[in-house]
């Protein structure tokens, strides 16, 4: 009798995936970072902070209270006052966030800026193998070993099918030309230095979120990659670059990234100037919550350049001062320049007036964090996403003084299609 050989791991990716497809639960988080995808599920604990008020969920039981300082720091206090004996938690940031941090909580409205959840189930994939961290039972194991080694499926000879409707990646361009100009002004005539300007196009058709998921990572090397459905909202996408990296060490790293066309082999002159204000208040706002001397930029105006698309980077490191926590310092870094402008307070005023819509999530982060001290924030910029039947892409370009209208249309369609490139059809 022949004996057949143990079948080969499957890819981290698809088997993470595969976790997701199962359907366990309608709530569910996937995060890459480092070689590591971790996939987390249910919900034992909800956090959800608003621009007034912190609100948590536990058994069914509902608590309400005032917020105290900023919202980041507001939901770390929850974690504190459920005195869990261990944690993990997931979820997401919405750029709205950082009006509650400037003090100017009018322009975030009611909408919730924070959800985050400590999940029921947390598993592990390296290599391919696949580990249950907390949760699950006897039958997950087995679960886990029945993906791992079931066939993978054929894709099409052409690949994954994309969603089969022309978007149109210029709608609202007159409205974004002219807020460009607007910007322009702004910078030339009053303290503004530099901001981020965004606007979204529709998807009229239903997605597939794993498959995008799959597809888009199949043919990008992201910084990080996600796959949410939380506080209902449903996302994936690919980061450029993370928000926070923080060890239970203490030390803490930034990697302000700027992306230039991929035409372009020397950067604009205006990507340079821009990535340079993002170094320089990422170092600003490091060396607040960290050890005096410890900031450091280990990797200046490195070029990189990922998938063809060279980029400006930079690493920036440094170690936290006594008394300092990671989330501290997250919410005193986030969002960055590179997607807000700087001064960070100005640049997201104008924000605010200039776009049609509240950004939620788009250019925001997601979240990962443990009780140790870890944390791992992920740049949310290039994604779709969906919430109450309405699905979206949406793009931005830093503005600076000599920034010009057109070709900020076109960086903003660049962006675009890089995401919608890998759209998967789902079903209705």
């Known amino acids: 009798m022949a004996v057949l050989p143990e079948p080969s791991p499957k890819p981290s990716a698809e088997l993470a995936a595969a976790l997701i497809r199962t359907g366990f639960f309608d709530t569910y988080f996937l995060y890459e970072h480092g070689e590591v995808w971790t996939v987390a599920w249910g919900v034992r604990v909800e956090i959800v902070v608003d621009a007034t008020h912190v609100r948590v969920r536990r058994?069914?039981?509902e608590e309400s209270w005032p917020v105290v300082g900023g919202p980041v720091r507001a939901a770390r206090a929850a974690l504190e006052r459920l005195s869990l004996p261990e944690w993990t938690v997931c979820g997401w940031i919405a750029f709205e966030?950082?009006?509650v941090m400037n003090d100017r909580s009018d322009l975030a409205g009611d909408s919730e800026v924070v959800h985050l959840v400590v999940p029921e189930v947390e598993v592990r994939i390296e290599s391919g193998r696949a580990s249950v961290v907390r949760g699950g039972d006897a039958r997950l194991g087995a679960l886990l070993e029945h993906l791992r080694t079931a066939p993978v499926?054929?894709?099409p000879a052409s690949g994954r099918a994309t969603v089969p409707v022309d978007l149109d990646l210029d709608a609202g361009g007159g409205r974004y030309r002219d807020a460009v100009l607007e910007a322009v002004e702004e910078i030339r005539s009053t303290e503004l230095r530099k901001v981020t300007l965004s606007r979204s196009v529709p998807v009229d058709e239903p997605v597939d979120f794993v498959e995008t998921y799959l597809a888009g990572r199949?043919?990008?090397a992201p910084e990080r990659s996600f796959l949410l459905s939380i506080g209902g909202l449903t996302t994936?996408?690919?980061?450029p670059q993370t928000v926070l990296e923080a060890g239970s060490d203490g030390k803490v790293v930034m990697r302000p990234r700027l992306e230039t066309r991929a035409d372009e082999l020397v950067p604009d002159p205006d990507e340079a100037h821009e990535h340079a204000i993002a170094v320089e208040c990422a170092f600003a706002g490091l060396t607040e919550v960290c050890e005096p001397g410890s900031v450091v930029v280990e990797e200046p105006l490195a070029d990189t350049a990922p998938g063809g698309v060279h980029d400006l980077a930079s690493r920036l490191c440094g170690r936290l001062a006594e008394g300092k926590t990671s989330w501290d310092a997250l919410e005193l870094l986030f969002p960055g320049a590179t997607i807000s402008g700087a001064p960070r307070e100005a640049a997201c005023e104008f924000i605010s007036g200039a776009e049609a819509a509240p950004r939620g999530?788009?250019?925001?982060?997601?979240?990962?964090?443990?009780d140790d001290g870890f944390l791992d924030?992920?740049?949310?910029?290039?994604a779709v996403y969906e919430r109450k039947g309405r699905r979206?892409?949406?793009a931005g370009a830093g503005i600076v003084a000599s920034s010009r209208p057109e070709r900020e249309l076109r960086e903003t369609c660049a962006k675009l299609r890089s995401m919608s490139a890998h759209l998967v059809a789902g079903t209705a």
Not at 361 to 370: I, R
């Open 59 to 61: 058994d069914s039981v």
């Open 97 to 99: 966030a950082v009006h």
């Open 153 to 155: 499926e054929d894709a």
């Open 218 to 220: 199949a043919a990008t």
């Open 236 to 239: 994936t996408g690919f980061c």
């Open 361 to 370: 999530v788009y250019s925001g982060a997601v979240l990962f964090a443990s």
């Open 377 to 382: 924030a992920g740049l949310v910029l290039c």
């Open 392 to 394: 979206w892409l949406r």
